[in-house]
């Protein structure tokens, strides 16, 4: 069988569901935002800085994105990098995006709730307007801080809740289950809001159960683990609640030793509303094409599916029902 190449995969419109925007600060816009703030970075250049992505868990991933993001300070630094990603999504043909960001990784070194969201709506709105890129924009809450926490960080965004979509939940998963964050969540969707959760990455099905039972979640991000439970695996598909998958992190991550044991495409054939997903791709080596290429590659995905995890992405997108139809259109 001939693989997919990566111009089809390029050309062909995507959807992104499953990216943090701070995940998308590359080492070149890092050290720049370094020297414009007067920030001491603890590497000398870009080369010692990316020999340093090399990761054996979640934990060991977390811990540099979670320094990486010291360099965001002001509204321009925040509008610097979703802009960035706005451009690598329109160099391959990323039609709409539901990016995330985590404001408590900023709020608790003192950068104002406002000058995240500003800088971050900013930049989505020009998106809109000068590259056609439509979004919705997922604030997510660190699981391994309080559920108290959380709510301070909700009061925070409630004069911003047109800027925003929905809820999530990310950062270290295990012993950090989605019922922790029930009535945060609950609170969430008193107010309008949609949810999401990753679960089920590291952690275990268990925990996408509660995610879809507790927090009430539209989807799970990542999911993957949603396998090792075959009445799980039932109510996914007699639901349609979709996975975001991301294939590169699962394999930079270890969740997945090689590609070639990735269960993405199975979970697609078993009829589950998989999709595909970069997560941050500064850190994990690509973007939505790469993660697109390596399922070519390393799982012989053929064109048809790759068209099936796009329209799935579009079924599963916030978008309202005339964006998506516009953009099952753009697949022919
Ligand atoms: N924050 C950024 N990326 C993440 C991931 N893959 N899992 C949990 N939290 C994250
Ligand atoms: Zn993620």
Not at 37 to 45: D, G, M
Not at 177 to 185: D, L, R, Y
Not at 294 to 308: N, T
């Amino acid at each position: 069988m001939s693989i997919v190449s990566r111009d089809w995969l390029n050309t062909l419109p995507k959807v992104e569901l499953h990216l943090h925007l701070e995940g998308s600060l590359e080492p070149e816009l890092m050290f720049e935002l370094a020297k414009r703030n007067h920030i001491e970075l603890p590497f000398e250049t870009v080369e010692q800085l990316r020999c340093a992505y090399e990761f054996n868990n979640l934990q060991d991933f977390l811990d540099i994105y979670y320094q990486g993001a010291n360099v965001l300070q002001v509204e321009q630094d925040f509008y610097d990098l979703v802009w960035a990603y706005l451009i690598k999504c329109q160099q391959q043909n990323v039609v709409h995006v539901e990016p995330f960001f985590d404001p408590q990784t900023h709020t608790d070194r003192g950068v104002s709730f406002e000058t995240v969201i500003s800088g971050i709506s900013r930049a989505l709105k020009d998106g809109e307007a000068q590259l056609g890129i439509s979004s919705k924009l997922i604030m997510c809450f660190l699981r391994h801080l309080s559920e108290e926490e959380a709510f301070v960080t909700l009061k925070q965004a409630e004069p911003y809740l047109d800027q925003i979509i929905a809820v999530g939940l990310d950062s270290s998963e295990q012993g950090h289950p989605p019922e922790k964050f029930s009535q945060v969540f609950a609170r969430a969707r008193e107010l309008g809001l949609l949810t999401v959760a990753h679960a089920g990455e590291e952690g275990p099905a268990e925990y996408v159960r509660t995610a879809i039972d507790d927090l009430q979640v539209a989807r799970v991000d990542h999911g993957v683990r949603s396998i090792e439970d075959p009445e799980l695996m039932e109510h996914l598909v007699e639901s349609k609640i979709p996975l975001t998958v991301c294939p590169l992190s699962n394999t930079k991550l270890r969740v997945f030793d090689e590609m070639s044991q990735h269960n993405i495409l199975d979970m697609l054939e078993q009829g589950v509303c998989v999709t595909v997903n970069s997560d941050d791709p500064a850190y994990f080596g690509g973007y939505m094409t790469e993660n697109f290429v390596a399922l070519a590659q390393g799982l012989e995905m053929s064109k048809e599916q790759a068209k099936q995890l796009v329209l799935n992405s579009i079924d599963a997108s916030f978008a309202n029902d005339a964006r998506k139809q516009a953009m099952r259109a753009l697949l022919g």
